[in-house]
Antibody
Framework: EVQLLESGGGLVQPGGSLRLSCAAS????????MSWVRQAPGKGLEWVSS????????NYAGPVKGRFTISRDNSRNTLYLQASSLSTEDSAVYYC??????????????WGPGTLVTVSS | QSVLTQPPSASGTPGQRVTISCSGS????????VYWYQQLPGTAPKLLIY???QRPSGVPDRFSGSKSGTSASLAISGLRSEDEADYYC???????????FGTGTEVTVL
């Protein structure tokens, strides 16, 4: 059974930083691209960043480019998101997600329960 | 920033059929598979449809997906009270090198 569990969310001041983690199990972690998706309170889903299975290819959405860094440790089956220069607009539930397709890039098939990041003074 | 457009709401009575549209472009829906998700309040999205019209195991056959050109749709037949949720479409976007979501549709069972 695929399981994803995020951690590291919390309250952070504007301009601050946070590191999110996602522990994965139940599948061959290194074979799949992984992503972070966020959802602001009462809003829709927004793709944030993706990383290929080996970690060699990383992509970012425009609003976070240059501020967020996605990474992974395949030896620990863990995905990370380093978020810096945070603003109130980054407040959201952050979901870790496993991309569905093994051979091509795709939206996710499995999601974690999410971790809440609140940026406020 | 949603690139795929959905109606904000849809509704029906129990047993009816409801259809949700998802409009995109040549860089996403036209050239890539469409996925659909159901999100119940306070929970993570759940995959309903993948590769345009395929259902994961455990998803009732009341849910079906289709795609034509730059648009896709999700149909829910035999509407039930437990289908009340938000529904999102998604597709890989070649120009973004990431995936994009629809604006979301809230389904209400009257």
């Amino acid at each position: 059974e695929v399981q994803l569990l995020e951690s590291g969310g919390g309250l952070v001041q504007p301009g601050g930083s946070l590191r999110l983690s996602c522990a994965a199990s139940g599948f061959t972690f290194s074979s799949y691209a992984m992503s972070w998706v966020r959802q602001a309170p009462g809003k829709g889903l927004e793709w944030v960043s993706s990383i290929s299975g080996r970690g060699t290819n990383r992509n970012y959405a425009g609003p976070v480019k240059g501020r967020f860094t996605i990474s992974r440790d395949n030896s620990r089956n863990t995905l990370y998101l380093q978020a810096s220069s945070l603003s109130t607009e980054d407040s959201a539930v952050y979901y870790c997600a496993k991309e569905a397709d093994l051979y091509s890039r795709s939206p996710p098939d499995y999601w974690g329960p999410g971790t809440l990041v609140t940026v406020s003074s | 920033q949603s690139v795929l457009t959905q109606p904000p709401s849809a509704s029906g009575t129990p047993g009816q059929r409801v259809t949700i549209s998802c409009s995109g472009s040549s860089s996403n829906i036209e050239t890539n598979y469409v996925y659909w998700y159901q999100q119940l309040p306070g929970t993570a999205p759940k995959l309903l449809i993948y590769r345009n019209n395929q259902r994961p195991s455990g998803v009732p056959d009341r849910f079906s997906g289709s795609k034509s050109g730059t648009s896709a749709s999700l149909a829910i037949s035999g509407l039930r009270s437990e289908d009340e949720a938000d529904y999102y479409c998604a597709a890989w976007d070649d120009s973004l090198s990431g995936y994009v979501f629809g604006t979301g549709t809230e389904v209400t069972v009257l």
